[in-house]
């Protein structure tokens, strides 16, 4: 959300310098109690953007984990009946 919000307020920006847009009010779809100054709109951004990184790159190895050594955890369970081959009927 972050990054629309400053995505869709650059296109609005009149003032012809990045500092003096990070220093403008801005928000989403105009509600006036989520305005902010853009420069803690970008800080939002960049933390949700890390923080998704960093999710992404743990999931690798835990997806490891759970085919390589069936870790009875939820996660895995659910992970592991999904990829599981249907059962013979008798």
């Not at 972050?2 to 928000?27: D, K, M, N, R, Y």
Request: hydrophobic residues 45%; glycine residues 8%; charged residues 15%.
């Amino acid at each position: 959300m972050a990054g629309g919000v400053i995505a869709s307020s650059l296109t609005q920006v009149t003032s012809g310098t990045s500092a003096a847009f990070l220093e403008s009010e801005i928000g989403p779809w105009g509600a006036t109690w989520l305005n902010g100054k853009a420069r803690k709109w970008t800080y939002w951004e960049h933390t949700a953007f890390w923080a998704g990184l960093f999710l992404a790159a743990l999931s690798f190895p835990a997806g490891k984990a759970c085919y390589r050594e069936a870790v009875p955890t939820p996660w895995c369970t659910a992970m592991l009946a999904d990829t599981a081959p249907p059962k013979a009927e008798k």
